[in-house]
């Protein structure tokens, strides 16, 4: 969901992760706040958003307005997986079932959205259906049908004209891909997926091949909304998404500006979970995060879209003078380095940059322990099952350098005097500039020397997500970051690290690893119904993954977050990677 700004923010990965938030003591005092800065009768406070509603209201009316600094990387709800994308997405889109309107950990709870229940399941896990609400409709008033969600799902099979976005419901409902996607059925209807069935208007059958207990989760990604035939615009299907939500793209303009009305067509009483509340919608991109930061301080805007954090620039002065407008809530993100194999394949020589870097300046530069988060050590976040923090093979939480363990390996990689490769990092990230500039000079100390390349990071699916190009630019290393998904081992690890979810664009597996024995845990566990089982295979998967130095962890993201004095109804989601449950949002005009 939940994706980085990638989906989550990463290519990162939208979405929808279900971390623990945490409430964290950074100090007291509020001082006296200035212009959008200002308390209210104390309805202000620092850390008054996380887990909690603030300034609860139901009154509706005013534009709500967002600026960010990274675009979509699409706002096709079948392609997009940034997870400001999932949040933004609920807008504009509705699922069969969705997460609740809670704030914390709360907000992970299914409930139905489309459908009149979470659905039923048969016996064997094998079998689920649903039935739609009465009056559930199209922007244009005509009726949502079932045929209408199962062609939405059926163009994540398109991956050569929609490439992008999670395909964990292909591999579910068609492990083999036999079916070719939407475009290349040769049936009249289009409808040819065997795995769903649709007997009426009303109703929607899942027939899985092989039972998931995760596939309820994956049902609530903006990838199983609906998508009518008739206005499928395909590769250009995000310029405009047709909406089933309460709001409808009146205007976009790529890179520049977004406008959202409220869709007339949408009716609230089949809708439990989006309060709709502002008029419009807008979105201003800028390039210029510092910029975008100072624009929000002064109250130009609302909140920042990405809900990356206050940048280094203005940090220093939001938390002096205006700290009852920000929260320091937990992402549930891993910030770190990937070594593509197709670049770097010598295992050692991916194990003498692990060793060579230096965690403790790392952390420093994505913003210390307050704003850049802890120390990561491994690759999955410690609010999921199978997880273990204190798990550090590599010696990351010692906050320095070993150097003597990365020359060794120099040598045995055959490179005792170290060797040349590329950092590709988003030019639109300076944190991410900063990060890779720090691992920079700890690899120039063994000799490694590493030219970093700033690429646009409007354009991270066709760059870092195509396989063919980072291996023709030589990027033996990428500086990314990824969010659960969903809040299990699958939801934050399968994209990242299963061979058969490496894509020819829009990848997510940059390291591109694909080993049977990896592979085949994921299958054991997806079929465990028992969580403390399955997070038991999580922890092989996870310590096998950490055993083939494809990865340099950096933190468990934390950000501080901007919080516009306008806003009412804000609180962070768990289900939304910490960041405000956008649906549910408000202005005070």
């Known amino acids: 969901m939940l994706k980085s700004s990638q989906r989550r923010i990463a290519a990162g990965a939208l979405l929808a992760a279900a971390t623990m938030v945490v409430t964290t003591a950074c100090g007291g005092g509020s001082g006296e706040n200035k212009g959008n800065g200002e308390s209210k009768g104390g309805a202000l406070a620092f850390n008054g958003a996380v887990n909690k509603v603030l300034n609860a209201s139901d009154k509706k009316g005013g534009e709500l307005k967002f600026i960010g600094s990274q675009e979509a990387d699409s706002w096709d709800p079948q392609r997009g997986y940034y997870g400001f994308v999932w949040d933004f997405a609920r807008y504009y889109t509705r699922q069969l079932v969705t997460y609740k309107a809670e704030p914390g950990a ?47 799902i059926e163009r994540i ?29 040769t049936t009249p209807d289009k409808l040819g997926l065997k795995a769903i069935e649709t007997p009426d208007d009303k109703t929607i059958i ?26 499928d615009t395909g590769a250009k299907y ?26 007339d067509k949408w009716d609230a009483k089949t809708d439990t979970v989006r309060k709709a509340l502002p008029d419009s919608i807008s979105v201003t991109f800028t390039t210029n995060a510092d910029d975008m930061d100072n624009r929000l301080v002064e109250g130009e805007y609302d909140l920042d879209l990405n809900a990356t954090g206050i940048g280094a620039a203005a940090r220093q002065k939001v938390l002096q003078q205006h700290k009852n407008n920000v929260d320091n809530p937990q992402t549930g993100f891993i910030r770190y380095a990937v070594f ?8 050692e020589c991916r194990k003498a940059m692990i060793y060579a870097a230096d965690s403790k300046s790392l952390q420093t530069a994505r ?16 609010a999921i099952k199978g997880a273990d923090p204190k798990a550090d093979p590599y010696g990351k939480l010692a906050g320095k350098p070993d150097t003597a363990k990365a020359k060794e390996a120099l040598a045995k990689c055959g490179k005792p005097n170290g060797f040349k490769t590329t950092i590709a990092v988003r030019n639109n ?95 054991q566990a997806l079929k465990e119904t028992d969580p403390e089982k399955a997070g038991e295979l999580y922890k092989q998967i996870n310590t096998k993954v950490t055993e083939a130095a494809v990865y340099l962890p950096f933190t468990h993201e934390k950000n501080i977050i901007w919080r516009g004095s306008r806003l009412t109804n804000v609180y962070t989601a768990d289900a939304y990677n910490g960041r405000y449950d956008y649906a549910s949002l408000g202005v005070v005009k």
């Open 238 to 263: 995000g310029l405009k998404p047709f909406s089933s939500g309460p709001y409808k793209w009146a205007s976009y303009t790529p890179n520049k500006s977004i406008k959202l009305v409220r869709n």
């Open 367 to 382: 913003g210390g322990p307050q704003a850049g988060g802890d120390i990561a050590t491994n690759m999955l976040p410690p």
């Open 206 to 231: 899942f027939k899985l091949p092989v039972a998931n207990g995760d596939f309820l989760q994956m049902l609530a990604m903006p990838a199983a909304s609906p998508v009518r035939q008739d206005k």
């Open 340 to 347: 593509p194999q197709t670049v770097t394949p010598n295992i």
């Open 429 to 523: 990230k300076p944190i991410e500039i900063a990060t890779a500039e720090s691992l920079q000079q700890s690899l120039k100390a063994v000799g490694i020397d590493a030219q970093i390349d700033q690429f646009d990071g409007a354009q991270t699916s066709g760059i870092i997500g195509s396989p063919k190009t980072v291996k023709e630019k030589g990027y033996g290393i990428i500086i990314m970051g990824w969010g659960a998904d969903f809040p299990t081992g699958q939801g934050f690890l399968q994209p990242l690290v299963d061979g058969r979810f490496i894509l020819q664009s829009g990848n997510n597996n940059f390291s591109e690893l694909n080993d049977k024995a990896v592979n085949g845990l994921f299958d």
């Open 157 to 185: 099979w398109a991956q050569d004209v929609i490439s992008g976005g999670p395909i964990y419901l292909q591999q579910v409902l068609d492990p083999k891909t036999e079916y070719k996607g939407p475009y290349k059925d």
């Open 106 to 152: 709360a907000s992970t709870e299914l409930v139905s959205d489309l459908a009149t229940d979470t659905g039923k399941v048969s016996a064997d896990g094998l079998t689920y259906t649903f039935t739609l609400k009465d009056g559930v409709t199209w922007e244009d008033g005509k009726p949502i049908t079932s045929k209408d969600i199962k062609y939405g």
